[in-house]
């Protein structure tokens, strides 16, 4: 997890609904667009580093996409290098 994406999920938790506003906001913010923000949300859910920084964000972003209906997500990994 870079500082980049520590500002992707501070920026989500303190921007929890998702509304035209945010969306406006992502793309001045990030020069993300809605579908792309989503896109790396979901793979930072899935990074220990991410989980262990911002657990609450990862958890409501998760039980959100599965209330949702999006894909089921796979287990957390590591970004640390296997030895």
């Known amino acids: 997890m870079n500082g980049a994406d520590r500002l992707l999920l501070d920026f989500e938790s ?6 035209r506003s945010k ?4 793309r001045d913010t990030f020069g993300y667009s809605w579908v ?4 790396r ?3 930072l859910t ?3 580093d991410a989980v262990a920084a911002c657990p609450m964000v990862c958890a409501r972003v998760v039980r ?8 089921q997500m796979p287990e957390i990994r590591s970004t640390a290098p296997r030895t």
């Open 64 to 71: 959100i996409s599965r209330r949702n209906g999006l894909r």
């Open 41 to 43: 949300l979901m793979q």
């Open 23 to 26: 969306e406006a906001a992502i």
């Open 14 to 19: 303190t921007h929890p609904r998702n509304d």
């Open 46 to 48: 899935r990074d220990r």
């Open 36 to 39: 792309r923000y989503q896109q």
